[in-house]
């Protein structure tokens, strides 16, 4: 497409009219007039496609050409733009945005585990054919972080780049937190309201979160996409007591995912934390989603607001779409794609920081001791410990508050503690996170 040819006329070819693909269809058809004073050009949907033709969705397919696959959509003669909304890593999502690539159409999607998975091969292809690839609805549905990170902060070093990345895990932990209820139930919750994907043990898992990382950690640090190597815990483990726990220490308990940079490389990492109560990232609740850069001549950019939902999520959608309408490409991840190389990986037990420890222990004489001894063997310092037994309970909590120590040595003083007879459980390790 010419850039000439780009400002008069947008012909979309949609793959997926789901819950944000409808949403796109309808906002196109609401705002015609808007977008072109905006953009200077027509936008419209001229081809689709879904997994059933029939279905009523509340808008007119007039003037759509219906194809049986995405791989059609992408390679219509008549599509100038390809959108994929069909979601996942593999099959027709994988196989459609290759083609369009390869047909030098331009392609814009809200598919995290895609650009998570395939984005460097994604961003040569693009470069090869000289297209864009926008994908400002993958990462945080509504906010505009990839736009901030391409364009506005194009000239800043990110030292690290956090947030609260998935809604659905926000949301269990607010509501467990609100209402002491156990973990499961709320899952369901959070299900019944349609905040969780079809299969939640990506949300709830930490995996979503991390696809989002692995896309954030690219553009800030303009290296390759690195999905394996993102360390994830997710919030499944987490107790309504380890919630109370948080709150009396003054602590709030969030997933967070995390990219930093050191001279020894990048770490990326998705897990619980604790934050302190009266940080920002701390208040963030709910389904809402929230960023925080930590930059070099900027300071530090932080964005909050809707991480799903039709609407938001096809707002950013059109936002793409109007980049391409207005002749505005950006380099897929930062630099153009040759350019791109591996991010030097910092593994999980390099990691330094505080930790939080639940044990749950027999009641009887010599177990704090134990206890006290191992982690005094391994060099690991407490900062704040508390039991509190009660007549006739045979197994109690300890809480334990370490200082600053390296993740290996943590990890070697917990098994040495989990060897005792007396510990009955297995500890559970939360990280506490200075935000
Ligand atoms: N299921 C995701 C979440 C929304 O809970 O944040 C889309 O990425």
Redesign the pocket.
């Known amino acids: 497409m010419s850039a000439s040819e780009s400002k008069t006329e947008l012909r979309l070819g949609l793959a997926g009219l789901g819950t944000v693909g409808s949403g796109v269809v309808k906002m196109i058809q609401d705002t015609q007039d808007l977008l072109q004073e905006r953009t200077g050009s027509v936008i419209s949907v001229v081809a689709a496609t879904a997994r059933d033709k029939k279905k009523d969705r509340g808008f007119s397919m007039d003037g759509m050409t219906w194809h049986e696959s995405a791989v059609d959509v992408a390679t219509d003669p008549n599509v100038n733009v390809f959108v994929e909304l069909i979601g996942g890593s593999d099959g027709p999502a994988l196989d459609s945005v290759r083609a369009a690539l390869m047909n030098g159409k331009h392609v814009v999607t809200a598919n ?1 585990a895609l650009i998570a998975l395939h984005g460097s091969e994604f961003a040569q292809l693009a470069d090869d054919h000289n297209v864009a690839l926008n994908y400002e609805a993958s990462v945080a ?1 509504g906010i505009p972080i990839i736009k901030s990170l391409r364009e506005g902060l194009v000239i800043n070093q990110v030292k690290r780049i956090f947030g609260i ?5 926000n949301y269990i932990l607010s509501v467990m937190e609100e209402t002491g209820r156990a973990f499961d139930d709320v899952l369901k919750d959070a299900q019944d309201l349609g ?3 079809a299969d939640p043990s990506f ?1 709830i898992g930490g995996i ?1 979160a991390a696809h ?1 990382l692995a896309i954030l950690t690219s553009l800030a640090y303009g290296c390759e996409v690195d999905f394996d190597s993102i360390y994830i815990e997710g919030i499944e483990t987490i107790s309504a007591h380890d919630i109370a726990m948080a709150k009396e220490l003054g602590y709030r308990i969030k997933l967070l995912g995390i990219a930093e940079k050191s001279d020894a490389g990048i770490s990326q990492r998705v897990h619980p934390c604790f934050v302190k109560l009266d940080r920002p990232i701390a208040n963030v609740s709910d ?1 809402t ?1 929230a960023v925080v850069v930590d930059t070099d001549y900027l300071g530090r950019l932080v964005l909050e607001g809707p ?2 939902g039709q609407f938001p999520t096809a707002s950013a959608v059109i936002a793409d779409i109007a980049d391409i309408a207005r002749g505005v490409t950006q380099p897929v991840f930062m630099k153009p794609a040759r350019d791109l190389k591996p991010g030097a990986a910092i593994a999980m037990d390099q990691h330094v920081g505080e930790y939080y420890i639940r044990l749950t222990a027999r009641d009887k004489p010599g177990v704090m001791a134990e206890i006290t001894q191992d982690l005094a063997d391994e060099g690991v310092s407490i900062e704040t410990i508390i039991q509190r037994g009660a007549e006739g309970v045979e197994n109690v909590p300890i809480i334990l508050v370490t200082h600053k120590c390296q993740e290996s040595v943590m990890n070697r003083a917990l098994q040495r503690i989990a060897a005792h007879d007396a510990i009955v459980r297995p500890p559970r390790m939360i990280r506490i996170e200075d935000v």
Do not use: H, I, M, R
Not at 165 to 169: A, K, Q
């Open positions: 995290k549905g990345l998935n809604g659905t895990c905040y969780a994907e949300d979503d989002k389904v989603n991480g799903a």
